[in-house]
């Protein structure tokens, strides 16, 4: 830690000193530049008509100007005379501060010098029928750089030390307050710190600290989740395999006295119709148990349903049922209630509710459907359920009374079916009852 912080302080510090020499540089460079534009301006007022507008006079007006260049053009920028070259040179028109003087009265540049090998800069003054360049030569800035590198390596050496020595003092101070934390939590317990810099790092400790025992409880929950969920896997298997036994029992039992011999035909038709019936159940198991375990695997995508149509098509198909024991359907039916679900699980859950509203149901009896975009809610005057037999009614293979589910043909698998649809659907289902008086199922959207 401590290497790390020193050589990050080493390269933010020669970074730095780096950055300073070369932006240095560049403003020295510009100003420099700024200068030799205002003094070259300045000198260009000395040329009058003493000067010769040809080499002689080119180089008399240098030595005027203590020697620097001077270049005399007609006002096309055909080269007149030139103080540091000799014999024709090329028209200059098409260079940057000549152009600028033939349009604009005057122009600058700063560029290498093809005839002298040198970085110059150029001023350059229109006079109507003549063009008047005058050139100084001028370092660059890489030239200005190296010439001041010396005295820049001290520099930079000076700020290395004293680098060194602020990181060495600096990471003393800053890492023990930070060793006395990781002390303090790894011995357990409440971080604090009187540093407010290093409070955030002693909330961090003690928030790792109540996510790992937050995490153990969820360990121990998820266990606790795993082992109901084996327990209940196991009640499940034991259900099945005593709702399976009735039927089977009966029929290996009528199948054996067949195979026995000696019965009358009455008693063969009994035993035949007995095997079919309890066939019949046994295959009804089977499709429920099948169609309870598909709906954890149930991810097809919902869709709008018109659930006030579906209901009163369900109402109309189950009334015979009720009509049996003179059982009435009351509605209260909102127009146009729609749902985001599927069709199957709309009919899952209506007809298992209604259903059992007539099968436990009194003769004579009524059965109140209310249905609205806020829920549905179904009322029967049935036999009702016991209190203490309230927290099974969604339970699987639960049924309140046994006579009727033998009677009826029921598993107790249609109100867990109509539960895990509304779970999986996202809605609350709950029941209110009271022996001898009736049950209330409401299902929430």
């Known amino acids: 830690m401590k290497w790390r912080i020193w050589l990050l302080s080493f390269g933010i510090t020669i970074l730095s000193v780096l950055l300073f020499g070369i932006v240095s540089t560049q403003i020295y460079y510009n100003s420099s530049i700024d200068d030799s534009k205002e003094f070259l301006s300045v000198y260009m007022n000395a040329f009058d008509d003493s000067f010769t507008l040809d080499e002689a006079g080119a180089k008399a007006f240098s030595e005027k100007l203590n020697g620097a260049r001077v270049t005399i053009m007609d006002a096309q920028g055909n080269v007149l005379g030139d103080s540091e070259a000799e014999g024709d040179l090329e028209n200059h028109g098409e260079r940057e501060e000549i152009k600028d003087a033939i349009f604009h009265g005057e122009g600058f540049a700063v560029r290498s010098s093809s005839t002298l090998g040198k970085n110059m800069v150029y001023y350059c003054k229109n006079f109507e029928s003549f063009l008047v360049r005058i050139a100084v030569p001028t370092d660059s800035s890489w030239t200005i750089f190296v010439s001041t590198l010396p005295s820049f390596l001290q520099f930079a050496g000076i700020m290395v030390v004293l680098c060194v020595l602020v990181a060495f003092l600096s990471t003393h ?10 002390k303090e939590a790894s011995a357990g317990g409440e971080v604090k710190s009187k540093y407010s810099e290093l409070t955030p790092i002693a909330e961090i400790l003690n ?15 998820e266990k606790e989740l795993v082992e109901r969920a084996q327990s209940s896997k196991d009640e499940f298997i034991s259900n099945v395999t005593h709702e399976m036994n009735t039927p089977l029992t009966s029929i290996r039992g009528y199948a054996e006295l067949l195979g026995a011999g000696g019965m009358t035909d009455e008693q063969k038709d009994v035993a035949y119709s007995t095997i079919l019936t309890q066939s019949e159940r046994l295959s009804s198991l089977i499709a429920c148990i099948i169609n309870y375990s598909k709906l954890d695997s149930d991810d097809l995508p919902a869709y709008e349903v018109d659930f006030s149509s579906l209901a009163r098509e369900m109402i109309f198909a189950l009334k015979p049922e009720a009509d049996k024991r003179n059982i009435t359907i009351i509605e209260h039916i909102d127009d146009n209630v729609m749902i985001m679900s599927r069709h199957e699980r709309l009919t899952e859950i209506f007809g298992n509710l209604v259903r059992n509203a007539i099968k436990y149901n009194k003769d004579g009896g009524s059965i109140t459907i209310t249905l609205n975009y806020r829920g549905l809610k179904v009322e029967d005057t049935g036999i009702g359920i016991a209190e203490e037999n309230m927290s099974k009614v969604f339970s699987r293979f639960f049924t309140v009374d046994k006579s009727h589910g033998g009677k009826n043909g029921g598993f107790g698998l249609g109100l ?4 895990k649809i509304c779970q999986k659907s996202g809605w609350k289902i709950g029941v209110t009852s009271a022996l001898g008086v009736g049950s209330t199922f409401t299902v929430e959207f």
């Open 173 to 182: 101070f800053i890492l023990s307050p930070v060793k006395s934390i990781a």
């Open 207 to 221: 928030e790792r600290n109540r996510n790992i025992a937050r995490q153990m409880d969820e360990i121990k929950t």
């Open 416 to 419: 867990a079916v109509a539960k």
